[in-house]
């Protein structure tokens, strides 16, 4: 996650404030700091959903914040692929981690999933650009059920762009927590 802090000092004489709004203000900053803190964090936190690319939902779902003190929070999330999503990647090979291959779906040139089941009246396999799940409903995986596979030792992966949501956030979390905190520090001293 990432982490910031939201801090204010008070000049009493700039500001013109009396030695009692000074006190007021010194009891009441903690309090409107942690508003402010909170307001922050609400913003940025939309701001990151509201860029999170979206398969299933479940990056989306699981940006959160957390203040940590009054004058202290984060933005982030603990979902696994996240990095690789905001930074991208570089080329990489890919190599089966619990069998002894890989299983890679088969397209055609259209870039359709080839089915093993439906067969056109030549013999030829149809291109389907969805995937019958009627074979086995409870299945865990049921998005090859149907589609014929290529078996590989290794397969090279042609990296990612970047989707950055969460860097973008972090530029707007400065921006906002300034902005809060002024407002935290004039409602502080009496202001509205």
Request: aromatic letters at 4%; charged letters at 25%; glycine letters at 8%.
């Amino acid at each position: 996650m990432a982490r910031f802090d939201v801090s204010a000092v008070l000049d009493s004489k700039s500001l013109g404030l009396t030695t009692s709004a000074l006190k007021a203000a010194k009891r009441h900053l903690p309090r409107e700091l942690h508003r402010g803190l909170v307001s922050t964090l609400r913003q940025v936190e939309k701001y990151a959903k509201s860029r999170a690319p979206v398969d299933k939902g479940a990056l989306r779902n699981s940006i959160s914040s957390q203040t940590y003190s009054a004058t202290t929070g984060a933005v982030g999330t603990d979902y696994e692929a996240a990095a690789a999503i905001d930074g991208g990647t570089v080329p990489h090979d890919i190599t089966p981690t619990n069998a002894k291959s890989l299983a890679i779906p088969r397209k055609d040139s259209r870039g359709s999933y080839v089915s093993k089941s439906k067969k056109t009246k030549t013999g030829r396999s149809r291109r389907s650009r969805r995937v019958q799940y009627t074979d086995a409903p409870n299945a865990s995986n049921k998005r090859h059920l149907d589609v014929e596979f290529t078996f590989a030792g290794r397969a090279k992966h042609p990296g990612s762009k970047p989707k950055p949501f969460l860097t973008p956030a972090l530029r707007i979390a400065q921006r906002v927590a300034t902005r809060e905190a002024g407002k935290a520090v004039v409602r502080a001293i009496g202001g509205k």
